[in-house]
């Protein structure tokens, strides 16, 4: 019989045939553009992480040149929405199979300003962009059809109710280091699908993937300024918001309040997704194995730097030895280090942005000031390059960092709990909600915790896997956000929506509440009303 690995394997295989042709009808029809360049007021060095080097230089832009881009993108933009759904589900499908078929490439880039490993950049941001692409293409036209209406409401009987959807106009994206392809480029497809043009800022220290991914798209016809990046520091992103109609921004919990700011003062909508301090709950009758590897695999996936990494693990009390025992022996079998040797080379690669080292050393130093003890890693790895060891932390508590803020690296503490209910108070005593995680054989009841927990997202035995799930939404709860990304909410927020009413039939000249008021008619009303809407009970 075969395992059940073979039948995966057999699953990608099939899938990879379907995909293969399909992607053989899709016809170039739409011409190559040219690269546009913005003028540079200043360069950016993009460094790889996991050796120090310069990679190359970016322009930094300013005020002006993203005033520039904002025109050129309102100009492009009514051409673009004019290819409709099909055209533009083209255009994204022809990106898909540019993806795949440059997928060294771009996992060559994103290793390169992120230092993570290989198998990082392929499974959790190739792969993501590989599946967006075709969702979007294939999902956004029925999640923005013209919805036909019915309505009780007497005096709309015989009328035309329809509720509809249109693009914005142009749209800001505002994206942080840790997933340059999936965080940054990923909310373009469903803005650029539902008709928008799009500037996208990429964090200043990994810009170069949204650089080749829009390079990419012109070359699978997507028209010149739908899509531009503007590459710059802080500063550039807040100038983005001044010019665009919309801004999705992901990234801090302090830089999100700013942008809420500023979207406010311009009262343009803001979808926000922000920081995370992701819980786990092991519960005593739960596959201690499959918890542990859960824990280990989502605590230190991307060396820790994902926004619904498990940041935090509280243990029933009669499972917590094993569990620790389990954890930190696989903790301590990863390998860190240099990642460009491909797949399989490290499990943890480099700390991306240069001052998230220093939180990761300050949460370690405190937790331990406070009474943790370190038993796994715990030290920064000397030598060229930013890495930090894998690391696990134990006897810990909430007056430490490690367990209330976000500390974005590859550590995990654990702390012991007397039951669910204190697991639960403990979850939920943070000012963040993205993610969240219960662990336990009995599904219900971890169905039952998870409930309880105040996160956008919760998963029993499993953990981060409803991202890759782009039917659900994906928002945060409390500070970690306010909108989400994917499902039809994920599609729909780049829109405005239109109430449209026609009447078309029984057109009387004159309405029964016009002008002029007469006693018997306003009565004859009241007394409708008081028909229809006074027949319930007070109890
Ligand atoms: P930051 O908030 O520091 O930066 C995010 C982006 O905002 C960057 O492009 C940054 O530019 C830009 N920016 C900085 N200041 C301003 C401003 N005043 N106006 C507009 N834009 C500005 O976040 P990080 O890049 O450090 O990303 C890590 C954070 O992102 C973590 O908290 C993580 O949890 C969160 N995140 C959340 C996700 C989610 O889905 N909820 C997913 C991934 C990450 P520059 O970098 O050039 O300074």
Redo the contacts with the bound molecule.
Sequence with gaps: MASVEQHVEQEILQAGDRVAEASETIEAEVPVQAPTQAPPTGEIPVENPATGETVRTVPDLGADAVAEMAARGRRAQPEWAAYGFDGRARVLLRAQKWLMDNSQRVADTIVSETGKTYEDANLAEIGYAGNAFGFWAKNGPEYLADESVKSSQILVKGKKLIQRYRPLGLIGV??????PLT?SFGDCIPALMAGNSVIL?????TPLTSLLMAEGLRECGLPENVLQIAT???E???A??EHVDMIM????????R??AE?AARRLIPASL????KDPMIVLSDADLERAANFATYFSMQNAGQ??ISIERVYVEEPVYDEFVAKVSAKVRALRVGNPDGGFGTVEVGAIT?PPQLDTIKDHVADAVQKGARVIAGGQQVPGVGRFYEPTVLVDVDHTMKCMTE?T?GPTLPIMKVADADEAVRLANDSPYG?GASVFSRDAARGEAIARRLEAGAANVNDAMINYTVLELP?G?AKT??IGSRHGAGGIRKYCSQQAIVVTARMAMKKELFMYPYKTRTSRLLAGAFKLMYGRGKRD
């Design positions: 505002i994206g942080p280091w840790n997933y965080n800022k990429p964090s200043e220290i710059g520091r802080g550039t992103g807040a983005l918001i921004f992901t990234g801090s919990t302090k830089t999100g700013k942008v500023a997704e922000l920081g995370g994902t926004c942005f976000e974005f993205l994906m945060g970690s956000g």
